[in-house]
T-cell receptor
């Protein structure tokens, strides 16, 4: 059974810092990995999707990498802003199915 | 930009009552999902639906739950007899296809409170 873990669970940084959020998964037979943002009490907004054959994807100040063989992904946020404060979730789809398995999220606070 | 819409945004119901949560997936999408998130916990998979039938379901999705796509646009989740532990945020999601390059898009959720 796929297990997805995110470290750290919470992170507080001053505005302007570059930061890295980590995601690990136990079964490397994944189809793709997706990063989401969740604001308190709200839905999930898709940030980036990395296919299993890809190593990284970039969108603006966000860069996500994937090392499938070691079961790891990172989300790099450059020049963080207070508006980046939210919970960041990673989720994988396994080769054997089409459902997403989520990590517990990293709650990010960027202080002005 | 196309989006997944869910109604209602908040539903309060008495224990034992039936509830129906409604979703309108993105129009050209073929795969539909329900997930739930109990306060402070992980987002959990409930069920996936493709080609007018359930394709996968979790152990949470027992006989109290059912899904329907009654017409070409709506996708509903029914809970027959709600329990206190069904209180959670319920998210609908859709994907255009089953390929590895297709993102899942989520709605804003329905907060279900069972009292």
């Amino acid at each position: 059974k796929q297990e997805v873990t995110q470290i750290p669970a919470a992170l507080s940084v001053p505005e302007g810092e570059n930061l890295v959020l980590n995601c690990s998964f136990t079964d490397s037979a994944i189809y793709n990995l997706q990063w989401f943002r969740q604001d308190p009490g709200k839905g999930l907004t898709s940030l980036l999707l990395i296919q299993s054959s890809q190593r990284e994807q970039t969108s603006g100040r966000l860069n996500a990498s994937l090392d499938k063989s070691s079961g790891r992904s990172t989300l790099y946020i450059a020049a963080s802003q207070p508006g980046d404060s939210a919970t960041y979730l990673c989720a994988v789809i396994n080769n054997a199915g089409n459902m997403l398995t989520f990590g517990g999220g990293t709650r990010l606070m960027v202080k002005p | 930009e196309p989006e997944v819409t869910q109604t209602p945004s908040h539903q309060v119901t008495q224990m034992g009552q039936e509830v129906i949560l409604r979703c309108v997936p993105i129009s050209n999408h073929l795969y539909f999902y329900w997930y739930r998130q109990i306060l402070g916990q992980k987002v959990e998979f409930l069920v996936s639906f493709y080609n007018n039938e359930i394709s996968e379901k979790s152990e949470i999705f027992d006989d109290q739950f059912s899904v329907e796509r009654p017409d070409g646009s709506n996708f509903t989740l029914k809970i027959r007899s709600t329990k206190l532990e069904d209180s959670a945020m319920y998210f609908c999601a859709s994907r255009e296809g089953g390929g590895e390059n297709t993102e899942a898009f989520f709605g804003q959720g329905t907060r279900l409170t069972v009292v």
